[in-house]
């Protein structure tokens, strides 16, 4: 069964320029995360959604990222501009979702962004 | 949210075991213990999670006194390969609203 797929791996962009990330979870998988992690820091929760709605975006600096998920699978996570202090790892990951059990997280490789 | 305390960094040798504790002084009483495991350039696995008491599988085992106010990961005999960063978590039974502080580099030799 494959992973959660991210794209692209890497990029690299000039301040002030746009960029978006692609997430797919894995199949069957309602709910899906984005994660931001900086060099030697644990990722933190940029947003989550369950199925096609964002529930907790309290996280995320709405002024320059947004994030969608059209049709409750694939997600894209965008910056316009992107600033210096962007530059991080974004991750995707995936969990099936329900109350019943405890979720585990699937990450998947992540997108390195350097922005220069 | 709980938050978690676990030590920065440790060393050990191929073959021994590890213990990482963390400690979670205002774990809620509908918390779990989450650990995650991270290699470099990938993204966090999965280890073990527990409630109380002690859980075991096939990679670790998680120990949880009673007043379950830290936790003990314990990995058996580990290799090179078990070298990566390692994250206690703790948060709600759905898993959904977990803090990653900054995690124990654990540091395999031969």
């Known amino acids: 069964e494959a992973g959660v797929v991210q794209s692209p791996r890497y990029k690299i962009i000039e301040k002030k320029q746009p960029v978006a990330f692609w997430c797919n979870p894995i199949s069957g998988h309602n709910t899906l995360y984005w994660y931001l992690q900086n060099l030697g820091q644990g990722p933190e929760l940029l947003i989550r959604?369950?199925?096609?709605?964002?529930?907790?975006d309290s996280q995320l600096p709405k002024d320059r990222f947004s994030a969608e998920r059209l049709k409750g699978v694939d997600s894209t996570l965008k910056i316009q501009p992107a600033e210096l202090g962007d530059s991080a790892v974004y991750l995707c990951?995936?969990?099936?979702?329900?109350?019943?059990?405890?979720?585990?997280?699937?990450f998947g490789p992540g997108t390195r962004l350097t922005v220069l | 949210l709980a938050k978690t305390t676990q030590p920065i960094s440790m060393d050990s040798y191929e073959g021994q075991e590890v213990n990482i504790t963390c400690s979670h002084n205002?774990?809620?009483?509908?918390?779990?213990i989450t650990w995650y495991q991270q290699f470099p350039s990938q993204g966090p696995r999965f280890i073990i999670q527990?409630?109380?008491t002690k859980v075991t599988n096939e990679v670790a085992s998680l120990f949880i006194p009673a007043d379950r106010k830290s936790s003990t990961l314990s990995l058996p005999r580990v290799s090179l390969s078990d070298t990566a960063v390692y994250y206690c978590l703790v948060g709600n039974q759905a898993g959904t609203a977990l803090i990653f502080g900054k995690g124990t580099t654990l540091s395999v030799s031969s």
């Open positions: 527990g409630y109380k």
């Open positions: 205002n774990i809620a009483t509908n918390d779990y």
């Open positions: 959604y369950e199925n096609e709605e964002a529930v907790d």
């Open positions: 990951a995936s969990s099936l979702g329900g109350r019943s059990a405890y979720n585990e997280q699937f």
